[in-house]
Structure formats: structure tokens, C-alpha cells
């Protein structure tokens, strides 16, 4: 069991190293909102992932075709490098066991239940489905209270070899009263 969540956390790691490196490994298998029939107000961004070790920000966005979500490829997953010149990169291999998505439910193209392959996050399930004006919308439960999900902030120290991944802090707003809601996730 420790051999495999050390893999696991080690596969983590080196994809966020691996990517501060070689930015060139990674591809952009990100596909466009064909059909796009929401609100023109409507952004598909769902979600974003920041670090502490650069100004790069992961994006999850929905991805939506005629009306609904897409069943086959429901969300769009990559990098603006900030850190670079603001090129839009895909997820590189390394990255993907650790910021992939794992779809768990598609309810007709209308709701589906995400988790983000991450040890510290799978068992955080996030809710995607067609909120306030038709918009899409991820919710998850922060300390407690449902909350559209906002951002999640990775706090690392770069090692000589790996970084060392202190807290996830994920930040969104209560779906009751528009509350700014946090949790702080330590790893284990």
C-alpha cells in the first residue's frame, strides 16, 4: 500500500517538475466548444489549479456540443504558461495521472461527476452541470458547504530532485449565500 501511494505521489511530482523543464513534451489535445448553443455570457471555464512554485495555471473547462455536455470528453484540461510567454500547452504524460479527471457519472449530457486523478483530490467528487443562465457550473463540498468550486492553490518548495507538496487550499463560493468557502487539504 505505502509502494503505491508513494508511486502515486512520486508520479505527482515528477510531472510537475517535468513540465517546468521540458515545456516542449507537452501537447495540446485540447479540443474547441463546436456547437457551442449557451448563452453567449456563458464562459466554459469550470475551474483553475495554481501553484506556488510559478505563475502557470491549469484550466478545466467544459466542454459542450449542441446543448450538452460533451458525454465522450467532458472537459477540456490544459496550461497557459505565465510563466513563459502565455502559450496554451496540454497536459504532458507525466501530468496527466496526477491532473486528469476521472468521469464518473453522465447523466444525458445535462450533469456529470468529476475527480481529479490527484491522491490528495480524488476523493473530492466535483459536480458539473448547466447552473444559473444555462452557464456551466462545478460545485464540490468545502468544509462542509456546498460551493461552486473557484480555484484550487498547490503550495510546493522545489527540491533538488522533487518538490515537496505541502497544502491544497480550494477555494469557492457557498451556493446558499455567495460566502467565499475554503479548505485546506494536508497530504498525508
Known sequence: MRIVIFFSSALFILGLVFCQFNPSFAEDNSTSN??????????????????SDNKNVLYY?????N??????????????????KGQREGLT???????GIITKEVKKGKEYIINVKNDELSEKDIRV??????CPE????????DARLDNIYINLTRGIMLPT???????GYALTDGEKVTERITPK
Request: hydrophobic share 45%; net charge negative; proline share 6%.
Open 34 to 51: 463546436d456547437n457551442l448553443s449557451v448563452p453567449a455570457a456563458c464562459k466554459p471555464h469550470l475551474f483553475e489549479i495554481n501553484k
Open 61 to 65: 473547462d467544459a466542454i459542450i456540443r
Open 67 to 84: 446543448g450538452e455536455f460533451d458525454t465522450a470528453n467532458p472537459v477540456d484540461i490544459y496550461w497557459i504558461m505565465n510563466a513563459e
Open 93 to 99: 504524460l507525466l501530468e496527466s495521472p496526477q491532473f
Open 129 to 134: 452541470f448547466f447552473g444559473e443562465n444555462n
Open 138 to 145: 462545478a460545485t464540490a463540498t468545502l468544509s462542509g458547504k
Open 165 to 171: 507538496v505541502h497544502w491544497l487550499e480550494l477555494t
